[in-house]
T-cell receptor, first 115, second 111 residues
Framework: EAQVTQNPRYLITVTGKKLTVTCSQN?????MSWYRQDPGLGLRQIYY???????DKGDVPEGYKVSRKEKRNFPLILESPSPNQTSLYFC??????????????FGEGSRLTVL | QKEVEQNSGPLSVPEGAIASLNCTYS??????FFWYRQYSGKSPELIMS????GDKEDGRFTAQLNKASQYVSLLIRDSQPSDSATYLC???????????FGGGTRVLVKP
């Protein structure tokens, strides 16, 4: 089954404790991206990757890191989480190509709470 | 001004009626346009994509794009209670590598 898998789905952590949210896709997609969704602010892009070893900042990259060492995986790293990073996070992927980066497949989401 | 704007709703429509959703965008060089549906507590799913001016129909959904006026719309015909969800408009820039979402319009279809 074609899917984007995120883990963990739910996490409560404390300020400053490093955490990683994993994302894996089995569709051989080149493009992957992380979004956060907050009430009243909608979906905002954190980072994206056009291909292996190619990553770039989205609209809200502060406080996050990513890596793309393999095509299928795109982990999101919070080195020192803060309460303002409490949010619902989505990983998404698509085939690369003119316009194709918009035809995204989303993971189920990871709800993160930072105390 | 937000880059992609939608009325947050809720847009309440009776079952069987047409739901009309609008979206405006600020970047004149935007190339690709998408509508996603998001049920409460779920992830967004793509329902329509449109790349050129005019109408595109897929089942009960019709997307309309007017680049000169910088708006894209979605019509849902014969609305069903299962169409009750938030509909997100999304737009890519000229390079196609950045997708910007609107805040979404909540649609409520009443039986």
């Amino acid at each position: 089954e074609a899917q984007v898998t995120q883990n963990p789905r739910y996490l409560i952590t404390v300020t400053g404790k490093k955490l990683t949210v994993t994302c894996s896709q089995n569709m051989n997609h080149e493009y992957m991206s992380w979004y956060r969704q907050d009430p009243g602010l909608g979906l905002r892009q954190i980072y994206y990757s056009m291909n292996v070893e190619v990553t770039d900042k989205g609209d809200v990259p502060e406080g996050y890191k990513v890596s793309r060492k393999e095509k299928r995986n795109f982990p999101l790293i919070l080195e020192s989480p803060s309460p303002n990073q409490t949010s619902l996070y989505f990983c998404a992927s698509s085939f690369k190509g003119q316009g194709n980066t918009g035809e995204l497949f989303f993971g189920e989401g990871s709800r993160l709470t930072v105390l | 001004q937000k880059e992609v704007e939608q009325n947050s709703g809720p847009l309440s429509v009776p079952e069987g009626a047409i739901a009309s959703l609008n979206c405006t965008y600020s970047d004149r060089v935007s190339q690709s346009f998408f509508w996603y549906r998001q049920y409460s507590g779920k992830s967004p799913e793509l329902i329509m994509s449109i790349y050129s001016n005019g109408d595109k129909e897929d089942g009960r959904f019709t997307a309309q794009l007017n680049k000169a006026s910088q708006y894209v719309s979605l019509l849902i015909r014969d609305s069903q209670p299962s169409d009750s969800a938030t509909y997100l408009c999304a737009v890519t820039g000229a390079a196609g590598n950045k997708l910007t979402f609107g805040g979404g319009t909540r649609v409520l279809v009443k039986p």
